[in-house]
């Protein structure tokens, strides 16, 4: 099964939890500023930006790994 595939499996999930702390000041205060509409967006907006600093990390190694194979030959 492609990866893509089995992500379509996975296009809707549940979460029931409360926050506490720094993270919910945060969220309070993205809310208040309109950065965020709701909760939901806010958690939505939260993975989208660790997913795009986690794929531009993997990408930046990649890039020095090759860059080394390169330096090396």
Do not use: T, Y
């Not at 950065?35 to 997913?51: E, K, N, P």
Request: hydrophobic share 40%; with cysteine.
């Amino acid at each position: 099964m492609a990866r893509n595939d089995k992500c379509e499996e996975f296009s809707k999930v549940h979460i029931r939890c409360s926050i506490d702390g720094e993270p919910a000041r945060i969220l309070v205060e993205l809310k208040r500023r309109g950065l965020v509409r709701s909760h939901v967006d806010a958690i939505s907006q939260g993975l989208m930006a660790l997913w795009e600093k986690v794929v531009r990390r993997e990408l930046e190694e990649a890039q020095l790994k090759a860059s080394k194979r390169l330096a090396e030959e």
